[in-house]
Structures are given as C-alpha cells and as structure tokens.
C-alpha cells in the first residue's frame, strides 16, 4: 500500500517562509510523479507544483513560480516543497500526491493515484 504524509506546515507570519516534506512507504517512489496541491477553505483543491520522476522536470502554477520550488530525494523517498515569502492567501491544506503512471508530471487532479492526508499552512498577516 502506497501512503504519502505530509509534514511541516504550521503557522508563519507574511513573508515567512516553510518547508513542506512528503515521506512515503510503500511503492516505488523513485518512479513516480510527485505533486503538491492545495486547498483553501471554500474553494476547490488547486494544482501548486510538480516534479517528474527522476527530479529532471519541474512544472508551477504560474502565480507561485518564483516563491515555490518542489524538489525530491529518491534515496530518502521524500519530496519537499519550499515556499518563500508567504502570503494570507497561501493559508490552505497542502496535499502530497503521487502518480505511478506518467513519464512527465501532470497538473490534473485527477491524474494522481496516492494522496496524503494533507497538512495544514496558516500565514498571518
């Protein structure tokens, strides 16, 4: 069974920064496609960034290229997620997602087989 968790969110004032990690067990992390998506109270769950299997390709949400970087250590089957400069409009769930079945890394919700239970990031302003 394939279970990515989600760790590291927390609380952070405006232009604070966090790391995001998402560990899995199970599987074969090293071929799968990792994401990262959120969800903010009363709105739908939203692509963030992606990472291709091997860490060669890395595709954004265009409002979050230049504060987000997804990253990935296959020997530690962990990916991450660094967020910079924090925003009130970041607070959201961040969700870790894996697809075993892409070469690439896609930004369609439903292309994704494994999620996590999520972790929570409140910015304050």
């Known amino acids: 069974q394939v279970q990515p968790v989600e760790s590291g969110g927390g609380l952070v004032q405006a232009g604070g920064f966090l790391r995001l990690s998402c560990a899995i067990s199970?599987?074969?992390?090293?071929?799968?496609?990792v994401a990262w998506f959120r969800q903010a109270p009363g709105k739908e769950r939203e692509f963030v960034a992606a990472?291709?299997?091997?860490?060669?390709?890395?595709f954004y949400a265009d409002s979050l290229r230049g504060r987000f970087t997804i990253s990935r250590d296959n020997a530690k089957k962990t990916a991450y997620l660094l967020m910079n400069n924090l925003q009130s409009e970041d607070t959201a769930v961040y969700y870790c997602?894996?697809?075993?079945?892409?070469?690439?890394?896609?930004?369609?919700?439903?292309?994704?087989?494994?999620w996590g239970q999520g972790t929570q990031v409140t910015v304050s302003s």
């Open positions: 997602a894996l697809d075993p079945n892409r070469i690439s890394a896609s930004r369609v919700r439903g292309d994704y087989d494994y």
């Open positions: 199970g599987g074969t992390f090293s071929t799968y496609a």
């Open positions: 990472v291709t299997w091997n860490g060669a390709r890395t």
